[in-house]
Protein backbone atom coordinates (compact mmCIF):
# COMPACT_ATOMS: atom_id res chain seq x y z
CA UNK A 1 0.00 0.00 0.00
CA UNK A 2 1.64 3.53 -0.62
CA UNK A 3 2.26 6.03 1.72
CA UNK A 4 2.54 9.44 -0.31
CA UNK A 5 -0.87 10.79 -0.15
CA UNK A 6 -1.70 11.14 -4.16
CA UNK A 7 -0.57 7.44 -4.67
CA UNK A 8 -3.36 6.13 -2.11
CA UNK A 9 -5.76 8.60 -4.02
CA UNK A 10 -4.45 7.40 -7.70
CA UNK A 11 -4.98 3.10 -5.92
CA UNK A 12 -8.77 4.21 -5.34
CA UNK A 13 -9.38 6.02 -8.57
CA UNK A 14 -8.08 3.08 -10.80
CA UNK A 15 -9.73 0.70 -8.09
CA UNK A 16 -12.90 2.63 -9.14
CA UNK A 17 -12.05 2.58 -12.93
CA UNK A 18 -11.15 -1.26 -13.13
CA UNK A 19 -14.86 -2.15 -11.08
CA UNK A 20 -16.31 0.28 -14.17
CA UNK A 21 -14.69 -1.04 -16.98
CA UNK A 22 -15.15 -4.46 -16.23
CA UNK A 23 -18.71 -3.84 -15.31
CA UNK A 24 -19.13 -2.28 -19.33
CA UNK A 25 -17.10 -5.48 -20.37
CA UNK A 26 -19.41 -7.45 -18.96
CA UNK A 27 -22.57 -5.80 -20.13
CA UNK A 28 -21.23 -6.09 -23.99
CA UNK A 29 -20.22 -9.86 -23.88
CA UNK A 30 -23.73 -10.51 -22.45
CA UNK A 31 -25.63 -8.46 -25.58
CA UNK A 32 -23.19 -10.19 -27.74
CA UNK A 33 -23.95 -13.62 -26.28
CA UNK A 34 -27.51 -12.82 -26.30
CA UNK A 35 -28.26 -12.08 -29.80
CA UNK A 36 -25.68 -15.05 -30.99
CA UNK A 37 -27.92 -17.45 -28.81
CA UNK A 38 -31.25 -16.10 -30.24
CA UNK A 39 -29.53 -16.29 -34.18
CA UNK A 40 -29.27 -19.72 -33.82
CA UNK A 41 -32.57 -20.44 -31.82
CA UNK A 42 -34.04 -18.31 -35.46
CA UNK A 43 -36.05 -15.67 -32.44
CA UNK A 44 -38.55 -12.86 -33.41
CA UNK A 45 -36.25 -10.37 -31.07
CA UNK A 46 -32.85 -11.32 -32.60
CA UNK A 47 -32.98 -7.86 -34.62
CA UNK A 48 -33.38 -5.53 -31.67
CA UNK A 49 -30.68 -7.95 -29.38
CA UNK A 50 -28.50 -7.57 -32.83
CA UNK A 51 -29.08 -3.52 -32.44
CA UNK A 52 -28.09 -3.64 -28.61
CA UNK A 53 -24.98 -5.67 -29.36
CA UNK A 54 -23.43 -3.61 -31.90
CA UNK A 55 -24.33 -0.44 -29.40
CA UNK A 56 -22.40 -1.74 -26.50
CA UNK A 57 -19.90 -2.37 -29.04
CA UNK A 58 -19.49 1.00 -30.05
CA UNK A 59 -20.18 2.42 -26.68
CA UNK A 60 -16.88 0.29 -25.40
CA UNK A 61 -15.01 1.22 -28.54
CA UNK A 62 -15.78 4.90 -27.71
CA UNK A 63 -14.92 4.26 -24.18
CA UNK A 64 -11.43 2.69 -25.06
CA UNK A 65 -12.33 -0.53 -23.49
CA UNK A 66 -11.59 -2.16 -27.12
CA UNK A 67 -9.88 -1.13 -30.15
CA UNK A 68 -12.08 0.52 -32.78
CA UNK A 69 -10.77 -2.38 -34.91
CA UNK A 70 -12.15 -5.12 -32.83
CA UNK A 71 -15.47 -3.40 -32.70
CA UNK A 72 -15.91 -2.71 -35.88
CA UNK A 73 -14.82 -6.72 -36.91
CA UNK A 74 -17.31 -8.07 -33.83
CA UNK A 75 -20.21 -5.70 -35.36
CA UNK A 76 -19.70 -7.36 -39.18
CA UNK A 77 -19.44 -10.73 -38.11
CA UNK A 78 -22.50 -9.58 -36.09
CA UNK A 79 -23.86 -8.40 -38.92
CA UNK A 80 -22.96 -11.70 -41.21
CA UNK A 81 -24.91 -14.06 -38.68
CA UNK A 82 -28.32 -11.71 -38.44
CA UNK A 83 -28.76 -12.08 -42.01
Known amino acids: ?20 NAAQLSEMRTAVKKFKAASAAGADNASELHLAAVRELDKAASKGLIHKNKANRDKSRLAKLAK
Open 1 to 20: MPQIKSAIKRVKTQAAANKR
